[in-house]
């Protein structure tokens, strides 16, 4: 039996409350909170948060990665990749792109599935919008991995039923590669082909899987197309998971896996478990949950990371982040690109944060060294993965000089439990809260991106609870 | 194996040194030619009387024609080096050694820097290409480190160590507004500079030193051929320079309250120059004042203060300019800003002037001392190199 065996999802730590934008624009808004990636974020690294998150608890590890989003950071060169270097996984895993479309977050997740070994499916978005859309306001962040698996590799949670698709040829949301925003057809006439497609895909998913409306515990209808995912919710009734509308938003080609981890959070064995993409057609899945998963370790629930949300997040800030806001610098220079040569030369440390361990002192060195600073051994060094390993603040200060997109940056030295140290940029932190002592832990981010080269790295942010 | 110094076997004969400040009118090499001349007047010497150059500068021109075309020298050789912020001085130290060695009677050690050409604030650097993993923080952010850590370690409160940092501030500013080469001549209130813009951490704008052009050169020959050029030649007791494995950000029982290069090249500086108690001993030091939080640890680092006092002997006035041990009785980074290639040379011009008692009256120390430190440093806390050297005006 192959199923899911796995899962992980991440929120980012920003909210935006969406009376800020009517407060500042005189337009658009709205109630409740959407989630922000923050301005060291992108589609990668929070793929890469998903992915450790599903693999923090995991005793397998996968053979390859289907990564899946609307808003690749690069185009031509495959992003997966980062991803398989900064979960430190080896060069025998196949890492591939799906993307440009909110739909080809089937592509991952039925791709996984259907592979062999142990495959993962990562879906991200950032979701942008123009200021006062309703996109903007609507969508939200996030990501979320799934990994799928044979019952010989890992105990199966929740395992396929039967399934159906549909497709569509309409003009319902588009977008030039390069714009930061889409463009939308009136909403009522995807609503009339979106209403078809999805009824029809239901009702041959229902009878693949041979059972009845009646017979399901909840049902996840998700799309970026508002009007449609509503009108077609109807059929679920009070079976209907929360789509997470009011806290996080809308995270497009995330939100069917955002909705189907919030959903296996909270799920007992034996759940029938329906969802419903709309992406330019519809696909329905019918899952069932297995006794597996009452003893499913999970890592961090959707609803904790939406507990632990901040959302003192100004309306100024948000679109200086996304790009739309063009601030002042400070009068020092724009950041140096990374060279490929030298990047390639230590992706080891600079994606998995990986360092060197002497085997005589058991002195850690971040980064890498060959020499010892403990004894001056040569050569006789062990790599030590350091990626999820916590760590207390040593000293630290707040940089107001320095280049950033958001400044002040705030630095900390930091001393990780069992040794080594690192001086490491914080990030998710109110620079005010910093003190001496403080516990932090490692996630990965694009610290700067400078001619075209995204400078990927890990930072430390406050350690979850 | 082992390092013996050269005490006593060289001497400066004389010195130049431009005003430090915006020179927006003068080129690199317009400094240069100033500080070169102005050296070669003091000493009494033309420039065909030198036998070889060394030019320390960190981006201001690479290679000796960055000195040997402003300055036309005719197919001698000049050395170009650099050694972070502790370039003026690494120029100084090759030359002596040239000269102690033998192999010339006359050499220069030039320093120069010109910062307000970039048009950014602060330093800046070009590093080669990396893999973006470095720390990319500022300068005054890598020395406010050593702040939080210094006043948690001694029990400091935070008024306490902002008020040890805005006197230290204060205190150089009062010397450089006595000098008419600094580039801020003015004393600044302790409320000005308590109450300035935050750079880094605690820092304000008034905690870091400024940013100038400027040049600074020597004239070094052997001890004994000194009195042939000057009455007053200032005598090299000792030359010590640290270069540290770098591990302050690597190893957690550096705690950010000190700098071992400097510990390190001190206690070699004093070993050589046969100091056994620096805060007795010596009449006045020029330090490296980058920013307030790094003059205090180096008063514990350079022996001046026992460990956990140099917070209480910078508040009670010790290394003022009528104090104990001045320090920085020019005014320091402080006052001069720090053109980079400039400033350990800059440094020894004052001991120039104050051993030889040809500082201005109003500034000048009235000591029975006859030996000056300067200490240079470059870097960052954790990872830094550091350079001593002991001055003297009288043999043995």
Known sequence: MRGIIGYGAYVPYYRLDRSKIAAAMGAGGGRGERSVASFDEDTTTMGVEAARNALRNAQVAPTSILFATANPAYLDKTNATAIQAALDLPQETWAVDTGGSARSAEAAMRGARGSEGIAMAILSDLRTGKPTSADESNGGDAAVAFLFGDEDDSPVIARSLGSASATGEFLDRYRQPGDSFSRIWEERFGEQAYLELGNEAIERALKAANVGLEDLDKVIVVGLHTRAVNSLSRVAGDKLVNGLESVVGNTGTAHLGLLLASALDTAAAGEKIMVVHLADGATVQILETTEAINNYNRFKTVESQIAGGNSSLDYNLYLTWRGFLDREPPRRPDPDRPGAPPAFRSQDWKYAFVGSRDRSSGAIHLPPMRVSMSGGSVDDMERIRMADIPATIATFTIDRLAYSLSPPVVAVVIDYDGGGRFQAEMTDVDPAAVEIGGRVEMTFRRLFTAEGIHNYFWKARPLSS | ?396
């Open chain 2, 1 to 396: 194996m082992a390092s013996h110094g050269i005490k006593d076997q060289v001497a400066i004969i004389g010195m130049g040194c431009t005003n430090f400040g915006e020179h927006w009118d003068k080129s690199v090499d317009d400094m240069l030619v100033d500080a070169a001349h102005e050296a070669y007047e003091s000493a009494g010497v033309v420039q065909d009387d030198i036998d070889a150059f060394w030019l320390g500068t960190m981006a201001s021109g690479v290679s000796g024609l960055t000195l040997s075309k402003p300055l036309q020298i005719d197919y001698k050789p000049v050395t170009r080096l650099e050694n972070m912020c502790a370039t003026g001085s690494e120029a100084f130290r090759n030359a002596c050694y040239a000269v102690a060695s033998g192999a010339y009677d006359t050499v220069m050690a030039i320093g120069v820097e010109k910062l307000k050409d970039s048009g950014y604030s602060g330093l800046t650097g070009s590093a080669p290409p990396s893999d973006g993993t470095s720390s990319t923080i500022t300068a005054p952010a890598t020395f406010s480190l050593l702040a939080p850590a210094y006043a948690k370690k001694h029990g400091l409160d935070e008024d306490t160590m902002k008020e040890v940092l805005t006197r230290i501030a204060w205190k150089n500013h009062k010397n450089g507004a006595l000098n008419p080469r600094a580039q801020f001549r003015k004393e600044v209130a302790k409320e000005t500079i308590s109450g300035s813009p935050l750079i880094a951490g605690p820092l304000g704008i008034f905690d870091c030193s400024g940013v100038s052009d400027g040049s600074a050169a020597a004239i070094i020959v052997r001890a004994e051929d000194a009195h042939k050029y000057t009455d007053k030649p200032l005598y090299v007791k000792a030359l010590s320079f640290s270069s540290g494995p770098a591990t302050g950000a690597l190893d957690s029982t550096y705690d950010y309250t000190t700098f071992r290069e400097v510990r390190a090249s001190a206690e070699e500086a004093y070993k050589q120059a046969g100091i056994v108690d620096p805060r007795s001993e010596i009449a006045m030091a020029e330090v490296h004042d980058c920013f307030t939080p790094t003059e205090l640890v180096l008063m514990e680092d350079l022996g001046f203060a026992s460990e956990g006092t140099g917070w209480k002997e910078a508040l009670n006035g010790t290394f003022d300019l009528d104090g104990d041990l001045p320090v920085n009785p020019d005014g320091g980074l402080k006052s001069f800003g720090h053109p980079i290639g400039a400033s350990g040379l800059r440094m020894l011009f004052e001991c120039w002037l104050q051993l030889r008692g040809e500082a201005p009256p109003e500034r000048q120390i009235d000591s029975d001392k006859t030996l000056g430190l300067t200490h240079n440093l470059g870097g960052q806390p954790g990872a830094c190199v550091s350079f001593v050297s002991v001055v003297g005006s009288q043999l043995g």
